[in-house]
């Protein structure tokens, strides 16, 4: 158990609709990450926050924001939703911002898009 | 072409084998340099981590960067089938990269006793 936990663990819903994903990272860790794991693109980078603030973008679409919260949980918002983002969504902590510093994985959110 | 490029296998090996799996990349920036396994359905969990070229070792676990050919490697000694998962490759280039992880495609490793 890497300290990082995700909810919910599963999710379908249908072409269109919006879903929420949350994050709660390890205790004392800062710097908060999403991911998305699909079978063609891979593990894919989409956004990274530290102590609030956003910090690292990558190929997120517009249709997905995010952001974190005083108490340092993240939320991952996805709008619009597609069949093609289906995927395995996954948070990330870390203690500081920086590349030198162990990324944990939480289990993942498997997204069902009907 | 993609900045990471990983052999996705699959690979299968008996009990006992030395495994070596690799991954080249084309972003010279990157300097941190990291191997995870994923078992299926299970979040990826960090196994090695090497800052710019060298070897580190952790158990039956070796790592290896080679900055030169833009080339790293991760070597399992003495598999076993508690080692069948998905390994993947990460990097980070620090700086204003931040903690972005840019990964390989996975490659799948089956040990059959």
């Known amino acids: 158990d890497s300290g990082v936990t995700q909810t919910p663990k599963h999710l379908i819903t249908a072409t269109g609709q919006r879903v929420t994903l949350r994050c709660s990272p390890r205790?004392?860790?800062?710097?908060v990450y999403w991911y998305q794991q699909s079978l063609d693109q891979g593990l894919q980078f989409l956004i990274q926050?530290?102590?609030?603030?956003?910090?690292a973008k990558g190929n997120i679409l517009e249709r997905f924001s995010a952001q974190q919260f005083p108490d340092l949980h993240s939320e991952l918002n996805l709008s619009s939703l597609e069949l093609g983002d289906s995927a395995l969504y996954f948070c990330?902590?870390?203690?500081?911002?920086?590349?030198?510093?162990?990324?944990?994985f939480g289990p993942g959110t498997r997204l069902t898009v009907l | 072409q993609k900045e990471v490029e990983q052999d996705p296998g699959p690979l299968s090996v008996p009990e006992g084998a030395i495994v070596s799996l690799n991954c080249t990349y084309s972003?010279?920036?990157?300097?941190?340099f990291m191997w995870y396994r994923q078992y299926s359905r299970k979040g990826p969990e960090l196994l090695m981590y090497?800052?710019?070229?060298g070897n580190k070792e952790d158990g039956r676990f070796t790592a290896q960067v080679d900055k030169s050919s833009k080339y790293i490697s991760l070597f399992i000694r003495d598999s076993q089938p508690s080692d069948s998962a998905t390994y993947l490759c990460?990097?980070?280039?620090?700086?204003?990269?931040?903690?972005?992880?840019?990964f390989g495609q996975g490659t799948i490793l089956t040990v059959h006793p």
């Open positions: 990330a902590s870390s203690v500081a911002p920086d590349g030198g510093y162990t990324q944990y």
């Open positions: 205790s004392g860790d800062l710097s």
């Open positions: 926050y530290y102590n609030g603030e956003e910090r």
């Open positions: 972003n010279s920036a990157f300097q941190y």
């Open positions: 090497t800052y710019s070229s």
């Open positions: 990460a990097m980070n280039a620090g700086g204003t990269s931040y903690g972005k992880l840019t």
